[in-house]
Structure formats: C-alpha cells, structure tokens
C-alpha cells in the first residue's frame, strides 16, 4: 500500500479510500500519467477562502470571488470549530458545485473557549469526547471527498490555553484515528503549520506520517504592515518545501495572498502582480506543490488587505495565473445558466 502520492486530479475523480492506494492509478483518466507519486504532478488545484464582508453568504462570497478571476475554484476552504456541526450545508452546496471542500477545525468552542488538546486526545474526556465522536460521524456520512485539517496553526497558539506539541501530537492521532476507525475514508488529513515553522519547529509538531496524508503550510506577504520585509513566493515556502521532499506527501499552500507596494509600479519587482507572477512561476518549477489557496479578504482594523482586486494590475496577474494550464482544468466557471 502507497500513501500520500494522489495527484489532485486523481483525488478529484475517486471517492474510494483516500488511504491513497496505488491501484487508483488504475482509474486515472486518459491522459494521466501512469506513475502515482507526491512528487510528479502534471496540475495543481486552484482553491480560495472567499472572506465574506457583512451581509454576504458564504456562497454568494464564493461565487463573486469565482466571477471575479473568471473560473470555478477546485477548493474551497472554510474554518469551524471544534462545537460547530461540519461538514454542513455549506460543504455540501460547494462539493456539489464541481468544489473539493477544505475545513479547518479549531480546537475552541464557537464561544472562544479553548478546548485543550490533552482533552480531545481523551477518548474519555466528557467535553471533547462527544465532540471528536460527532465531527467524525459526519465526515463518515459526508457523501463527498473532503480535506480536514485539525487546528492548523498550533505553533501560534497559547501553550497555557491549549497544550504542548506533544498534547497536540496526540490530539491529532486521536481524532484521524476515530474519522478512520468510523469509516470515513472519504477525509484526507492535511497537516499545516505557518511558513516560519519550517524546519526548525517543524518536526516537534509533526504527527507522524501514518497520520497525515497530505502537508500543509499557510504563509503571507506582509509588506503592508511596515515592519515586516517584503517576501517573495519562494522565499515564503521555500523552507517548507525542502522539510517536505523528503516524505512522499503532496505539498498543499493552504492559505497565502500578499499586500500591495504602493511605492513601486506594478511591473517592478516588490509589487503585488509581481508576486503573483512569480506564484505561478514557482508552482511550475516545484511540482509536488499540489494545490494553492488564495485567502481573498481584508481584515477589519487591519492595514492588510488580501484582496485579489486591490488593484487592476493585481487583478490581471491573478486572472493570469487562474488561467493556466497547471491548474487543475475541472475547476472551469459553469455557465451561467446552470448556477443557482
């Protein structure tokens, strides 16, 4: 048995075991290669965390943000958590739309209350326990393929609050190992840490590879808050890609966008149609790079603004890079007609 070496256009077309075994090869699409492997890829998925601002749906958010670069995106990644009922109707709407759905689960009530991770490694613990039980029931009845990701991010939270990476470590275990035990063979499980965390917290936070079937990572350019220096693609994740390489994981940028440099033309290099170009650029050159997702949004009281459209040239790049032929080409806007 093979883990870990799906190509996402594979992934798209299999709803059997996503334990990744080597005979999906087998029912590959004309055109795929044979070779199943994390480290030869011919497409990457295109996904979005479409922000929704006051008064829009989360749908209507989705489809503006798809209308605007011109495409349906691949995946489409949402954050819960650990107290909210997901996958929903959300997940649903979007997996039956074309999308591959992306959920996040915080280890936190909706409350903001912490949930710590030695409680939700205990399969007796009387708060965590029905929780684990209940999301990983519905991941089992979820009829779709579907990326989960448990509290990414863990190196940025409260050790007070929430645990140590060994408490997360065994967090981790408990609840894939529930989600597998239940028989939800349609999850993948992405690990993801923040780009700074590669390599040198890397391996402390680390699961192991029995459970995690794809890598993660979420990074920023953020130029725009005048202290942090300007970073390019591959300095971003470059660190990232190297601790990766060498586990056979296809390698997934879960969230990433960049501020804007008003004080440069957009043709030069350090501006945002800049970066985005050479976004692209990278992913051909890196191609274990699986999927990208772009967090289109700006933060309230926030000088960042992730915005796809902040400007008409930032626009023009990222329509560019959508539509590319390395992007996975099932992810094509439907007509008009047969959206809702």
Known sequence: ???????????????????????????CAAGCDDAVSAGRVDRCALGARAQPPAGVSTEDALEAFEELIGRRVALDRQY?????????PHEAWSAEGGRTPIISIASHLAGGEPVPWAAVADPADDLAAPLVDGLVARLRDFDHPILVIFNDLPEQEDAAAYGTPEEYVRAWRRVVDAARAAGATNATWVWALGSGAYPTEAD????????????GVTGF????????????????????R?????????????????????YVPPDEPRSKPTWIREALATLEDWPEMQGL??????????????RVDTTPESLAAFRELAASPLFDTTGELPPAAARR
């Open 1 to 27: 048995m093979e883990e870990g070496g799906l190509r996402y256009d594979e992934f798209l077309r299999s709803i059997a075991t996503v334990r990744l075994l080597a005979a999906i090869a087998a029912v």
């Open 80 to 88: 819960y958590r650990l107290d909210e009922e997901v996958p929903g």
């Open 204 to 215: 402390d936070w680390y699961p192991g590879d029995e459970w995690v079937d794809w890598l």
């Open 221 to 240: 350019n953020y130029y725009g808050d005048g202290e942090s220096p300007w970073r390019t693609f591959p300095s971003t994740f470059g660190g990232f």
């Open 242 to 262: 190297e601790w990766s390489l060498g586990r056979d994981r296809p390698l997934l940028v879960v969230a990433t966008s960049s501020d804007e440099n008003s």
């Open 293 to 306: 997702v772009w967090f289109d949004g700006d933060e309230p009281d926030s000088v960042h603004d992730w």
